[in-house]
C-alpha cells in the first residue's frame, strides 16, 4: 500500500514558476515507476510526466516537454515536477501516481494503468 501527498501548488503568474512535491509513505517507494497528471477545468484527466523506478528515466507529455523536469529522491520518499515558463493552460488539478514496477500490463502514460493516487493540488496560471 502507498499513499500519495501531493504539495506545492497555487496560484502564479504566465512565465513563472512552481515545484510540485509528492510525498508517498511506505517502504517500498523506490520499487514505483511515478507519475504526473493533471485534470484542466472541464477537461480529462491527462498524462504530464512519468518518473521510473530507477529514477534514470523520465518521459513528457508533448505539451509540457522543456519545460516541466520530473525527479525523485527515494532516500526521502518524494518525487517531484519542476514547472516553469508557466502558461495559462496549464491550470488544472495536478495528480501524483504509482504504478508497481512489477505491472506489465499498460504503460507509463496511461490514465488508468496506475495502482496508486495522490489527492491533487491546484495549480492556476494567470495570464
Known amino acids: 500500500q502507498v499513499q500519495l501527498v501531493e504539495s506545492g501548488g497555487g496560484l502564479v503568474q504566465a512565465g513563472g514558476s512552481l515545484r510540485l512535491s509528492c510525498a508517498a509513505s511506505g517502504r517500498t517507494f523506490s520499487t514505483y515507476n511515478m507519475g504526473w497528471f493533471r485534470r484542466p477545468p472541464g477537461k480529462e484527466r491527462e498524462f504530464v510526466a512519468a518518473?521510473?523506478?530507477?529514477?534514470?528515466?523520465?518521459y513528457y507529455a508533448d505539451s509540457v516537454k522543456g519545460r516541466f523536469t520530473g525527479s525523485r529522491d527515494n532516500a526521502k520518499n518524494t518525487v517531484y515536477l519542476q514547472m516553469n515558463s508557466l502558461k495559462p493552460e496549464d491550470t488544472a488539478v495536478y495528480y501524483c501516481?504509482?504504478?508497481?514496477?512489477?505491472?506489465?500490463?499498460?504503460?507509463?502514460?496511461?490514465?488508468?494503468?496506475?495502482?496508486?493516487w495522490g489527492q491533487g493540488t491546484q495549480v492556476t496560471v494567470s495570464s
Open positions: 501516481a504509482a504504478r508497481s514496477r512489477t505491472r506489465i500490463a499498460g504503460t507509463l502514460t496511461g490514465v488508468y494503468d496506475y495502482d496508486y
Open positions: 518518473i521510473t523506478w530507477t529514477g534514470d528515466g523520465t
